[in-house]
């Protein structure tokens, strides 16, 4: 069935999915518009790794998203955008007129020579014209780039090289909050180290002026001028990439996981419409960034292959005031609301008087994504916000997923305070120990490997298809690796538990420890160092960076300036997002005789922990544990 309306369907649609797989998805692959059928549904190699979904199929997902809707919903709201500022006015795009906007777009792209297969970079604020703009890439074919626009100007000019992207599009400038991001400026410094880039779009989204370069820097209202409104969609293979997105992993550099045509459509739209219980004239909120998987998956999509009347909100959670949220709730009738823990916990630390305020009575159902949520937050979110009528979807999942993997279904499974709970139709997870032995029944914790394929996983990492293999195949033989750990309670229920490897969520945002390392290791006085993540009560991890420095090389006259120019290196390195919230200068790090850093202790010294170390005995230097130890309780 297309949508479960009880936990019986639900019963009955899973068992279907893991008997007759290919069935299950050649069935939810048949509402939408195909050019030509599929040959076969499924092939696939975890061994070698390689997958085929909807084997020779042709579509475009754009005819999806838009022209199917034009018969019956071509006057309904497809986007409902809010500005950053109140005081502005909200930009409304029916169906119809978003078809005419991707449409133009999709043709100044192709007047400025982007071709089927090209990539183009995206470096936007959060404007309709970004989600126009990745729509008209997928219209003609190009490989959509989003990099979110809190990134820096080296991190941006990493992912455009690794994508060899031969065009930017930009703003002149993002607001956020009382902040304007320089967008345009950041993207100059970028592009000096891009040769690739031959044209930079650029929209004007403020009053402010940018200098633009001859030549090469285009305005994009000038650009809409040129072009004709009539876009025919290009016939894609449902093999053909959709987008890379770059992600953090456990080694240094981000991998640009790229997702495909055909699968990615059918998986997006369908966990949209089954998770939210989505309705006909619902409207439906998702707070993230077009610049992560969240914004990609269930803002631009999932919601609008479904015919959804999605809200794109430009601004930040406090901004004017902790209330934004909830009076555009109010003002809007917002039925569905999907937003990260982070935000949630930030928000109850303001107060409830931001929340009295509000009615909040249209809500239904109530969704969290990106970061385990505690206790506390959850309670509150379901009692504040949903006043204990709405129920809360967990979701887990990941930008290697493409879409929603373990989560309630909203009305129809249960909910579990902290609990992603069960598996959507077509996931099959297992836990395993660190032998690579499935852990069966339940009242098990293991880490979480998926065994089966689904429609909208990974394909590759881009311009490295073994690193893909090795990332996600390899650590045990026949699964996908998601680099999570998992219990599964006694009714078989999977909480998730955080990372295993050496990644840091913090604030839903996902961030490899070497990443952070390498970036502080640039500063010239910086000998060595190694991060951690800790608790952090609203950010869910904090950043703790343990960093050896050369006394010969300071330059600097106090500890704290030393510490201020090591968070602006990161901050210049990979963005403000990456800014530790804590550095401890240190004699050492604690090393075993291999020369392996012990982080294990360090990550229980950044939690305040000042015994139970565990076996220390394969230590270089025992002495090193106890000199950062009183560091820190100097620091504190
Ligand atoms: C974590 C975001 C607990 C997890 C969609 C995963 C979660 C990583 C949840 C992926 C959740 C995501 N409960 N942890 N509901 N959702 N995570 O790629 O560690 O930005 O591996 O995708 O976030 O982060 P990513």
């Not at 401890?584 to 170390?613: C, D, H, W, Y």
């Amino acid at each position: 069935m297309n949508k479960m309306n009880n936990l019986e369907d639900y019963a009955i649609d899973y068992r279907k999915s893991v008997t007759e797989p290919e069935k299950f998805w050649a069935y939810q692959a048949e509402r939408f518009v195909w050019r030509k059928k599929w040959d076969t549904v499924l092939e696939y190699d975890f061994e070698d790794y390689n997958v085929e979904w909807y084997k020779n199929g042709k579509l475009n997902i754009t005819e999806n998203c838009l022209d199917r809707h034009l018969l019956n919903r071509s006057d309904k709201t497809a986007i409902h955008w809010v500005p950053n500022d109140p005081k502005e006015q909200d930009r409304i795009f029916t169906y119809k007129q978003l078809h005419e906007e991707v449409s133009r777009f999709a043709n100044v792209l192709k007047n400025n020579g982007v071709q089927k297969g090209d990539r183009v970079c995206l470096y936007m604020p959060m404007v309709p014209e970004l989600a126009i703009a990745v729509l008209a890439c997928a219209r003609i074919g190009a490989i959509h780039s989003v990099v979110f626009g809190g990134f820096s100007a080296d991190a941006l000019a990493g992912r455009i090289n690794d994508a060899e992207a031969k065009i930017l599009l930009t703003a002149n400038f993002g607001p956020r909050g009382s902040k304007k991001i320089g967008l345009k400026n950041i993207a100059d410094e970028a592009l000096e180290n891009c040769p690739g880039i031959e044209t930079a779009i650029v929209l004007q989204r403020t009053d402010d002026a940018v200098e633009m370069k001859a030549g090469r820097d285009k305005w994009w209202h000038e650009e809409l001028e040129k072009v004709e409104t009539f876009c025919e969609p290009e016939i894609m293979d449902s093999e053909d990439p959709l987008f890379i997105l770059y992600t953090s992993g456990s080694t240094g550099k981000p991998k640009g996981v790229v997702h495909t045509t055909g699968g990615y459509m059918v998986y997006t739209a369908y966990t949209f419409r089954n998770v939210f219980q989505y309705q006909e004239d619902d409207i439906y909120w998702c707070t993230a960034d077009i610049g992560w998987i969240t914004g990609h998956s269930y803002i631009v999509y999932g919601p609008l292959l479904e015919g959804a009347t999605s809200v794109m909100f430009e601004g930040v959670p406090t901004f004017p005031d902790a209330g934004r949220f909830w009076r555009i709730i109010d003002r809007l009738g917002v039925n569905t609301f999907y937003t990260a823990p982070t935000a949630i916990r930030a928000l109850m630390a303001q107060g409830l008087e931001y929340v009295e305020l509000y009615k909040l009575d249209s809500l239904k159902v109530l969704g969290t994504v990106g970061e385990p949520i505690n206790r506390e937050a959850w309670d509150w979110y379901h009692h504040h916000i949903g006043k204990n009528q709405c129920p809360i979807v967990d979701t887990w999942w990941q930008t290697e997923t493409g879409g929603i993997m373990i989560s309630p279904i909203a009305g129809v499974l249960p909910t579990k305070p902290t609990y992603a709970t069960l598996p959507l139709p077509g996931i099959q997870p297992v836990l395993l120990d660190s032998e690579g032995n499935e852990l069966k029944g339940n009242g098990v914790e293991g880490n979480l490997c998926i065994k089966f394929p689904w429609p909208s996983m990974i394909r590759t990492t881009w311009g490295d298809h073994e690193r893909c293999k090795n990332t996600y195949f390899s650590t045990y033989k026949g699964y996908y690796f998601t680099g999570d750990g998992c219990r599964r309670d006694e009714d078989g229920y999977y909480r998730i538990m955080g990372r295993v490897d050496d990644v840091i969520n913090v604030s839903g945002h996902r961030l490899g420890t070497a990443e952070v390392e390498n970036a502080i290791n640039m500063h010239e006085a910086v000998v060595e160092s190694a991060v951690v993540g800790y608790p952090h009560d609203i950010k869910g991890q904090g950043i703790y960076a343990y960093v050896v420095c050369d006394a010969a090389k300071m330059e600097v006259s106090t500890m704290d300036d030393l510490k201020a120019e090591i968070a602006a290196t990161v901050n210049e390195k990979i963005g403000p997002i990456a800014r530790p919230d804590k550095i401890q200068i240190v004699r050492g790090l604690p090393k075993t005789r291999s020369g392996k850093i012990m982080r294990r202790i360090l990550r229980k010294i950044a939690a305040g922990e000042t015994s139970n170390f565990g076996d220390t005995s394969t230590l270089l230097d025992p002495s090193i544990v106890e000199a950062i130890k009183e560091g820190v309780v100097r620091d504190q």
